[in-house]
T-cell receptor, first 113, second 114 residues
């Protein structure tokens, strides 16, 4: 079946550091890929998405590129802020059946001033 | 646009009590979902409704029932609550079940079963 693997956290960084959160997937067909962010005490919200190979999703300084050859969708940001502290979820929705989204377990990011 | 709303925000139950978690969306979305979130487990799908009039089991349906009341509303019922159902419950909706559509999540219901 479909699956998403994310690096375990927490990831702890200082403000203005470079961020990478790794995400790899297995899926049949050609899935759409998503990053969601969950701030403390809130629900998940879409951060960015990519729907076909080589697409780059971007939002709020975050970027991720859909790499079919390595089945990856790593999240990056050049300079993190304290306000980026949250849990980040990688997810996919495969092009088959009822397209139920599959989520990774989430990676907690803590940014210190 | 309120998006996806959930009630209540917090609830404490005793073992064996029943309750219904309410979810509504005002985005005219066809698909709706119920998840539970537990520490270290990520999100686990309980039930979903791909379109009005249909419901299907997800990964962890035992102990739960759902009703897609109309296109806007999708409720989750715990008939006899157990401590293992202590969790944060999220409702989500999606415009259609097509894979390129993202989900929109509610703020969650924090449930404690004593």
């Amino acid at each position: 079946g479909d699956s998403v693997t994310q690096m375990e956290g927490p990831v702890t960084l200082s403000e203005e550091a470079f961020l990478t959160i790794n995400c790899t997937y297995t899926a049949t067909g050609y899935p759409s890929l998503f990053w969601y962010v969950q701030y403390p005490g809130e629900g998940l919200q879409l951060l960015l998405k990519a729907t076909k190979a080589d697409d780059k999703g971007s939002n709020k300084g975050f970027e991720a590129t859909y790499r079919k050859e390595t089945t990856s969708f790593h999240l990056e940001k050049g300079s993190v802020q304290v306000s980026d502290s949250a849990v980040y979820f990688c997810a996919l929705s495969a092009s088959g059946g009822s397209y139920i989204p599959t989520f990774g377990r989430g990676t907690s990011l803590i940014v210190h001033p | 646009n309120a998006g996806v709303t959930q009630t209540p925000k917090f609830q404490v139950l005793k073992t064996g009590q029943s309750m219904t978690l309410q979810c509504a969306q005002d985005m005219n979305h066809n698909s709706m979902y119920w998840y539970r979130q537990d520490p270290g487990m990520g999100l686990r799908l309980i039930y979903y409704s791909a379109s009005e009039g249909t419901t299907d089991k997800g990964e962890v349906p035992n102990g739960y029932n759902v009703s897609r009341l109309n296109k806007r509303e999708f409720s989750l019922r715990l008939e006899s609550a157990a401590p293992s159902q202590t969790s944060v419950y999220f409702c989500a909706s999606r415009r259609t079940a097509d894979p390129y559509n993202e989900q929109f999540f509610g703020p969650g219901t924090r449930l404690t079963v004593l």
